[in-house]
Structure formats: C-alpha cells, structure tokens
C-alpha cells in the first residue's frame, strides 16, 4: 500500500503504549492489503471497509484527539487511494476498449476465426453469441469474451444493409450433439437462418439448435448432424462416445434447467446440490462418465427422482471394411442407397479413417489437407471432385489389399494393440472381445489410476499373442483386463461416495453461514427500503448516513453473491449491533416534522418543489433503459423510443401537477387518491413494468412515493 496510514505498521507504531479495541480495524487493514493482488475493484471495496472501520473506531474514542489527529490522516490517505484506484480502473476501462476496437473492422472475426471458437464448443467452452437479423438473413458472431455494441458495425457491413437490422444476443453450447444458441428471443424460426450463415461464414456445415431462456422454446434445423473430416477432427482426441458418455450428456438436458430452477428458489439444500452438481460436472470433464452418472444419481434423488436415468443409445459408429473389403453399415443403420452419391462418399470417407489417423508423419499434412478439401466438395455437392481427392488420398496412404485397418493406440507411450487379421472364428471373437473393451480401458487409463499402466500392458501383451495365434493365453490375458477394470470401477464409485461426503461436510458450516444471512436479510430489508428512501426534507447529515449505509448494504450483497455468507452475516448483524437503521429512520422522522409546510403559499411550494425533482429521477431510468435496449439489440431505434416515453411521461406529470395544484388550492386532499388510481392504470407505466432488461417498476414507483411525500406533509 502506497500510504503509509493505510498499513497495519503505521497503527502498531501509533497505538503500541495505547489500549483500542481494534481487532475489526486490524482485520480491515489486512484485508486492504491482502486485496492489493486482487486488483482495483477489490481495493474499493477494501477501502470501504478501512473507512467503515476508522468511523467507528472513532466513535468509541470521541474524547481521544490523538486518535483524532491519525483519523484524519487516514481519511485523506483513503481519499487519495479511492482517486489512484479510480483512475486506474478507468485507465484498464479505455484499454479494453481501444483493443477491442482495433480488431472491430477485422472480417475474420466472422470466418476463419470463428471456426477453432465453434470447435471449442464440442469440448463444453461456452461462448457469447451476437446475431444480426435482416428479414430471411442474418450474420453470426461468437466470441469467448461478451460482444459489445461497436461489433455491430461489422455484422451489418457482412449483412449488407443498415436497414431494419436487429440484434438479438445470448449464448453457444454444446447441447444434444448440436451448437445450440441460448437467445433473448423467440426462437422459432432461427435456427436454418443461423445454419445457412455460418455455412456462408466458415464453409462448415453445422448441426443447429435454438432456445429461449424457457428449455421448452426450442427450434431445430431439422437435419441430422453432418458427418465428415471436421466432426472427425474433435473424435481424434476424445474418442468415439461411450454408452455412459451419451447417457449422461443426454439426461443433463433434462437435469440441469432443474437444478438450476431449485438454486434460483433458494431452497435450503441449496449448497448441497451445488456441492453435487459441481463433483458431477468435474467427473464429465475428466470424461470419468461412471463417476459422473453415480453424481448425476444422486442429483437426481436430491430433486425428487424428476428424470429417467434409463440408460441411453450409443450413436452408430462409422461402417468400417470387413476382412474381404467389403464396408457393411451396423445392422441399426439406414441401408446405403447406391445411387446416392454422398451416402457412397461417406461410406468411401469412413473406411479411409481409420488409415489416415494413422498416416505416417511425413504424409499427414498433406493427407489431411485433402480429406479437408473434398468434405468441402462432398458438402456443396460436387462429388466428382470430393471423390478425385480420395483418389490422391488412397495413393499417399498406398491402399492395397482390404485388411482390417488397426485399432487406434491406446492413450500413453505404449505401442498400438493391433488385432489379428486371421479369418478364423478364434480371431474374430478376439477381435470382439478385445473390441468391446477398449473404450473401458482408455477410460481407466486417461484416469490415471495406478493400476491404469497394468491394464495397458496386459492389453498390449494380449494383442502380440493374439497375432501369434495364442488365442487361449490372450484371451486369459483380457480376463484378467476385465477383472481390473471391474475393479477400477468399484474404485470409481467408492470416489465418489467419498467426495460428495467431503462436499457435504465442509459446506455444513457454509449451510449455517448462509441460513443466518439470509434470516438478516429478511429482517432488515423493509426498515433499509424505508430508511434509504429518498425524501425532500433530508438533510446533508442524513444523505450522507444514507450512502454510507448503501455502501455497507452493498458490501453484504456482495459478500453474499460471492458466497462468503459468514461475512455477509456479519456486516448486516452489526447494522444491528450499532442500532444503524433504527437511528436513522427516527432522524428522518423528526426531520419531515420539522419541516412540514404551513400555510397553501408554503404548501404549494413545497410540492411544485418536490414534483420538480421527479423528471430527473426518471430520467436516470430512461438512460438505463436506453442503454440497456443497445446493449440487448431488439430495439432499431433506443433513442427514439426512450424520447417517446419521456415525452408521455412529461405529459402526464404536467396534467397531475395541475390536479394537485387545484385539490391543494381547494382544499381537498382527496385528489390523491384519484391520481394514484392514474398512474396505475397508464398503458405506457403498465409497458414499462414488463420491460425484461430493467425494473420498470422504479417510473410508477417515483411518482408514488413523490405523491406521498407530497400528501404526508400536506396533512395536518
């Protein structure tokens, strides 16, 4: 810390012959220092704390001018650091903003780099979508950082027009095998408008979802996903789906929107089912797919057993050549038509895969390059040029006779388990055997269980008999494969008892943490409304006590998001201790009686004085809302229509004005009661209430309170 009366060193030299109670003071002076790593925004919040501390400190000790003294100098040292800290998250503000806007006019953002971002999201990234809609049209953008408004300029340019455009924002997750976009709109109909432009933006051809924030608002493209070289790019490196692999992925659809539905309700298991969900999700991304299933049960029961966890299909895998050469699809597959000249490039395509995974180094760039090119070929349709580059890709990788092609290596440095291409019934059921367990193994490899090396070695070791014909000493070699691997799984399953046994019991300190913030909350919340609410006999003292007390509310909602709900606690229980609203509200009491108008001259003053203020209290809402229609994008035109409401509601407050000013003149304070009545039924108020990206209620809310305060000190 750059001011010497803001370290716990300065107070130790300053208080050492002296007796304070100053733990709390101590600890605010550690937490500043300790919040210097954490960057600016937390130094601000540290900062509060150190001025909330000082204050009070202070205030024990009001005879003590020494202390006096130092106060004063810690107040202008936090002044200083707030001005440092603020220039400098402004500085970091601008930067971000400048590097954002150097790549603004960059076309590839909205092609070639869009394609490793769309990869990604196979892997379960999520990423920021904005979507520029013109009639049938539209323009993509996805991004791993939130889009801002200046990108707009860039879709439209892609888009070609200006005219009519809107932009609907949200999110790319992988979902029920498809890129699905979470939008903030109806989704019907977005999805082929979403498939065509990023097969215009990337020539990649993707299967596409759309969904509202409700999981039942969905809209599908209504293609089955696309196979060819690019999917088989993200199966290279995790491998084809395993039964518990698509159990999983397919049941969380359901699941999730569920649990998220009861941590939104609060519910007072909450920290348990996010102790849960958080080991399951760990579970599927190491692709630990049995642990991840025994969590997902255990979820599941928590939620009241909602979901049938019934396990689900494994998707076909590609047809692969027989010993004869011959490619025959799965017994469950659709039967290749041979007329139909992409079903017989993609039966071509996925016999060549499994060669060239395993093309040698020298050739695989080039092998690679042209599988690449003809699924581009093969997707637009032009089959005699997809088909003339698997000509080129069969000669690099010297494709002879129909052997079956390797199996893929296992994970590690050990070498490939080869099966025996014998045509023999003791070769084949190996090859089935020793088939049917290898994804089993490599998940109990990439594990990293020790008993993981036994297993690849015993796979290994069965592979070179088997190619020796000693077929009865392989396959007690896969026996004993089988016997580890059961008992990895027991394993698995023991894991993870114990690992949600452990979330349960450090959170059981969190549940009690969390229980009594929220009992404070509720407790306190009604008197803190009423103490902050702003009236127009409020003094400089009382403004002042009601930022700082914004301020300390605001630190507790912090702590609380952040789930550190035993600070939370403990920020509201001294609002409490210190009798801070009660103070405070009978200071506001005694201040609105003190200044109640006498008389209709002071009366009408007073409330052509207030009714002044409320303009500008709506004009904060309508800025907001402004910005928040250009940030959403479903607005053509944010500024005009906030202008309309302005000049609805000026309209309207002018009308009310006069009414008041003829019922005070009169006499009769029942004109109140009537206006009341007109602002809860006006059509553009009643709009403003269902606004999704703000709180309308704070347009009605101003002019009532504006009235009451009005009417209350009007009475006598």
């Given at each position: 810390?750059?001011n ?14 002296l ?13 500043l ?23 009070d ?76 809609v ?25 888009l ?23 939008l ?20 990649q ?28 790019d ?29 941590m ?44 049938d ?31 139909d ?5 993609n ?13 040698p ?70 090859n ?92 306190l919340?009604?008197d ?85 203020r ?15 229609l ?27 004005q ?59």
């Open positions: 810390m750059s010497k009366y803001l370290t716990e060193k300065s107070w130790s030299d300053f208080s050492k012959k007796d304070y109670e100053d733990k709390a003071w101590l600890k605010a002076l550690a937490a220092s300790k919040a210097e790593k954490a960057g600016p925004e937390e130094q601000l919040k540290a900062l509060d704390e150190v001025q909330e501390e000082a204050d400190l202070l205030k024990k000790n009001k005879a003590d001018k020494p202390l006096a003294a130092y106060l004063k100098d810690v107040d202008a040292a936090i002044k200083d650091e707030r001005k440092s800290l603020e220039k400098e998250i402004e500085k970091a503000e601008k930067e971000a903003q400048e590097s954002e806007g150097e790549e603004e006019e960059s076309p590839t953002l909205l092609t070639t780099k869009m394609v490793p971002l769309l990869r990604e999201v196979r892997k379960g990234v999520v990423l920021k979508a904005m979507i520029a013109a009639g049938k049209d539209c323009v993509v953008m996805v991004s791993r950082k939130p889009i801002g408004p200046p990108r707009r300029k860039l879709l439209t340019t892609e070609g027009t200006t005219s009519g455009v809107k932009f609907v924002t949200g999110e790319c997750i992988f979902e029920q095998n498809s890129h699905t976009f979470v903030l709109t109806q989704a019907a109909g977005m999805a082929k408008k979403i498939k065509e432009a990023l097969l215009k933006q990337t020539e051809r993707y299967k596409i979802r759309v969904r509202g924030e409700d999981p039942n608002d969905i809209d599908d493209d209504g293609e089955p996903a696309e196979s060819g070289a690019d999917q088989d993200d199966e290279d490196e995790d491998g084809p789906i395993t039964a518990e692999q698509a159990q999983y992925e397919e049941k969380l659809v359901t699941l999730e929107p569920l649990y998220l539905k009861a939104k309700e609060q519910r007072p298991d909450a920290q348990r089912l996010r102790g849960v969900f958080e080991f399951m999700a760990g579970k599927a991304t190491t692709r630990d797919w049995v642990g991840a299933l025994k969590s997902m049960a255990m979820l599941n029961t928590m939620l009241g057993n909602p979901v966890l019934a396990k689900a299909s494994i998707p076909p895998a590609p047809p692969r050549p027989t010993a004869g050469g011959e490619v025959k699809p799965p017994a469950t597959a659709t039967p290749v038509d041979p007329n000249p992409g079903q017989k490039f039966t071509r395509l996925a016999a060549l895969l499994p060669r060239i995974k395993g093309a180094p020298e050739a695989a760039t080039d092998i690679k390059l042209k599988v690449s090119e003809a699924g581009m070929f093969a997707r637009k349709k032009e089959f005699d040029s997809a088909n003339g580059l698997l000509d080129a890709v069969e000669k690099l990788l010297g494709q002879g006779g129909g052997a079956i092609p390797p199996a893929p290596p296992l994970p590690g440095d050990a070498p490939a388990v080869k099966p025996t291409a014998t045509g023999g019934d003791e070769g084949a059921a190996f089935a055997r020793l088939a049917a367990l290898l994804p089993k193994v490599k998940e109990a490899i990439t594990s990293g269980r020790p008993d993981a090396q036994d297993i690849k070695l015993k796979v290994s070791e069965a592979g070179v008999l088997a190619r020796k014909k000693e077929f009865d000493t392989a396959n007690t070699m896969l026996a004993e494969v089988e016997q580890a691997l059961a008992k990895v799984q027991a394993k698995v399953e023991e894991d993870v008892e114990e690992g949600v046994a452990e979330t349960e019991t450090e959170e059981q300190t969190d549940d009690a943490a969390a229980a009594r913030y929220f009992e404070l909350f509720n407790q919340e009604a803190y409304l009423a103490a902050i609410k702003a009236s127009g006999s409020d003094s400089k003292d009382i403004s002042d006590r009601i930022a700082k007390l914004t301020q300390t509310w605001g630190r507790a909602s912090d702590a609380a998001e952040g789930e550190k709900y035993g600070d939370a606690a403990q920020i509201l229980q001294k609002l409490i201790d210190d009798d801070v609203l009660a103070q405070l509200l009978e200071a506001k009491r005694e201040a609105a009686a003190e200044s109640k108008p006498s008389g209709i001259v002071a009366q009408r003053k007073f409330m052509l004085e207030r009714w002044a409320i303009p500008t209290e709506l004009g904060v809402e309508l800025q907001t809302l402004r910005k928040s250009e940030s959403a994008g479903t607005d053509g035109n944010p500024a005009e229509l906030t202008d309309a409401i302005e000049a609805h509601l000026g309209k309207l407050l002018a009308d009310m006069n009414q008041l000013d003829a019922g005070i003149n009169a006499g009769n304070m029942g004109v109140f009661k009537g206006l009341r009545q007109r602002v809860e039924t006006d059509s553009v108020i009643g709009h403003l209430l269902k606004a999704p990206f703000m709180n309308g209620s704070k347009f009605k809310q101003a002019t009532l309170d504006a009235m009451s305060e009005i009417e209350e000190a009007l009475t006598v």
